[in-house]
């Protein structure tokens, strides 16, 4: 029903920058959030940045200061923006959406494939 496909990642030196995208399409109504998780091997998915509808952020202390989200939502997509990155963001970074495909229907969570962050030391 819902469709979400992550771009921007890559290869960047210690200290760069990188912008992920992310676009929802399918069945919305209405997208209560956008926002950023990361997962590395063996560990539990983490969030990292969350936008809300109203424009609310919260970020995971790890990564304030240097990374920022944002958000189109006349295109459905969201953005991170990603400055000064350390070898340790290096990890999958998936988008996650909370959407509602009907004005009626429960607010539900659909999720990116994913997309590779790789910070060189």
């Known amino acids: 029903q819902v469709q979400l496909v992550e771009s921007g990642g890559g290869l960047v030196q210690a200290g760069g920058s990188l912008r992920l995208s992310c676009a929802a399409s399918?069945?919305?109504?209405?997208?209560?959030?956008m926002g950023w998780y990361r997962q590395a091997p063996g560990q539990q998915r983490e969030l990292v940045a969350i936008?809300?509808?109203?424009?609310?952020?919260n970020y995971a202390d790890s990564v304030k200061g240097r990374f920022t989200i944002s958000r189109d939502n006349a295109k459905n997509t969201v953005y991170l923006q990603m400055n000064s990155l350390k070898p340790e963001d290096t990890v999958v970074y998936y988008c996650?959406?909370?959407?509602?495909?009907?004005?009626?229907?429960?607010?539900?969570?659909?999720w990116g494939q994913g997309t590779q962050v790789t910070v060189s030391s």
């Open positions: 399918g069945s919305i109504f209405s997208i209560n959030a």
């Open positions: 996650n959406a909370l959407v509602k495909v009907g004005p009626y229907t429960p607010t539900t969570s659909w």
């Open positions: 936008i809300f509808s109203g424009g609310r952020t």
